[in-house]
């Protein structure tokens, strides 16, 4: 059964870091990439940033260049998010989601499965 | 990178056909065959209903197509049935090589 369990939301103070991650299973995390969106509370889905499958290319939106950084690890089956220098914006529950493989063909910015998420709160 | 345009809600009884229209512009949809809908029910994951433009993942039913026209795309879901009522956004692959969500459209079944 292909499976993303993210981890290491909390609470955090503005300024702070946090350092979320996504285990994967049931798949070969290196034939996909890997994707970041977010969910502040009762809005709507935000892309935050993706990785290419061996890690040598990544994006970002701009609300988190400089800010972010997503990185992976095949051999250990996870995908990471650090995120530093929080705001009180970037709360919402972050998804960790598989990018999209059709035959040959694999996607960026297209999903097709997503973990049930962990939700990061930025207050003092 | 603004997000794309989506009708805040739209609804119809059993059995009808709705559209759920997505605009953005020529450095996202209409530059690309990469739009994408997602379905989402409450509390839930979302889940992926259409990719490139078109195209039906292995289970989703063909009640639901997806179309586009220049910087507009749109899903269509014929023979609305209940389960179907739940918030769908559109994405799109952008000239900044990132994604971009919809705005999100609440689709309730009358």
């Known amino acids: 059964e292909v499976q993303l369990v993210e981890s290491g939301g909390g609470l955090v103070q503005p300024g702070g870091s946090l350092r979320l991650s996504c285990a994967a299973s049931?798949?070969?995390?290196?034939?996909?990439?890997m994707i970041w969106v977010r969910q502040a509370p009762g809005k709507g889905l935000d892309w935050v940033a993706s990785?290419?499958?061996?890690?040598?290319?990544?994006n970002y939106v701009d609300s988190v260049k400089g800010r972010f950084s997503i990185s992976r690890d095949n051999a250990k089956n996870s995908v990471y998010l650090q995120m530093t220098t929080l705001r009180a914006e970037d709360t919402a529950v972050y998804f960790c989601?598989?990018?999209?493989?059709?035959?040959?063909?694999?996607?960026?910015?297209?999903?097709?499965?997503w973990g049930q998420g962990t939700l990061v709160t930025v207050a003092s | 990178q603004s997000a794309l345009t989506q009708p805040a809600s739209v609804s119809g009884s059993p059995g009808q056909s709705i559209t759920i229209s997505c605009t953005g512009t020529?450095?996202?949809?209409?530059?690309?065959?990469?739009v994408s809908w997602y379905q989402q029910h409450p509390d839930k994951a979302p889940k992926l209903m259409i990719y490139?433009?078109?195209r039906r993942p292995p289970g989703v039913p063909d009640r639901f197509s997806g179309s586009k026209s220049g910087n507009t795309a749109s899903l269509t879901i014929s023979g609305l049935q209940a389960e179907d009522e739940a918030d769908y956004y559109c994405?799109?692959?952008?000239?900044?090589?990132?994604?971009?969500f919809g705005t999100g459209t609440k689709v309730t079944v009358l």
């Open positions: 989601g598989r990018g999209f493989c059709s035959g040959p063909s694999c996607y960026s910015e297209t999903s097709d499965c």
């Open positions: 990785i290419k499958q061996d890690g040598s290319e990544k």
């Open positions: 490139e433009v078109t």
């Open positions: 994405s799109s692959f952008t000239s900044r090589v990132t994604g971009v």
């Open positions: 020529s450095s996202d949809i209409g530059g690309y065959n990469f």
């Open positions: 049931g798949f070969t995390l290196s034939r996909h990439w």
